[in-house]
Nanobody, 117 residues
Framework: QVQLVESGGGLVQPGGSLRLSCASSGSIFGLRTMGWYRQAPGKERELVASITNGGTTTYADSVKGRCTISRDNAKNTVHLQMNNLKPEDTAVYYC???????????WGQGTQVTVST
């Protein structure tokens, strides 16, 4: 089993920045892809950004140019730097990991991000 614990969410004004972090523990050998998803009220969960253990990144069109995902393989952590936040970025953000050798998927419990005046 893999445990994922998110931190860094909160309330921020439009145009502000937040840095989300996700620490993994447990059976973390072989985690191929780690990333962030978000779910706003009444909407489906969607990919925000992901990064492979080789450093290949993927971003949702809605956050390109505003968000940067990074990964520390030695510390088994992944971070999401979010800049120029907009009210439509308001959601619960979930850390996600996919293990390569069995394609098992793991989720964190989520952290709330609210962008509002």
């Amino acid at each position: 089993q893999v445990q994922l614990v998110e931190s860094g969410g909160g309330l921020v004004q439009p145009g502000g920045s937040l840095r989300l972090s996700c620490a993994s523990s447990g059976s973390i050998f072989g985690l191929r892809t780690m990333g962030w998803y978000r779910q706003a009220p009444g909407k489906e969960r969607e990919l925000v950004a992901s990064i492979t253990n080789g450093g290949t990144t993927t971003y949702a069109d809605s956050v390109k140019g505003r968000c940067t995902i990074s990964r520390d393989n030695a510390k088994n952590t992944v971070h999401l730097q979010m800049n120029n936040l907009k009210p439509e970025d308001t959601a619960v953000y979930y850390c996600n990991a996919r293990r390569g050798y069995d394609n098992a998927i793991f989720w964190g419990q989520g952290t709330q991000v609210t962008v509002s005046t």
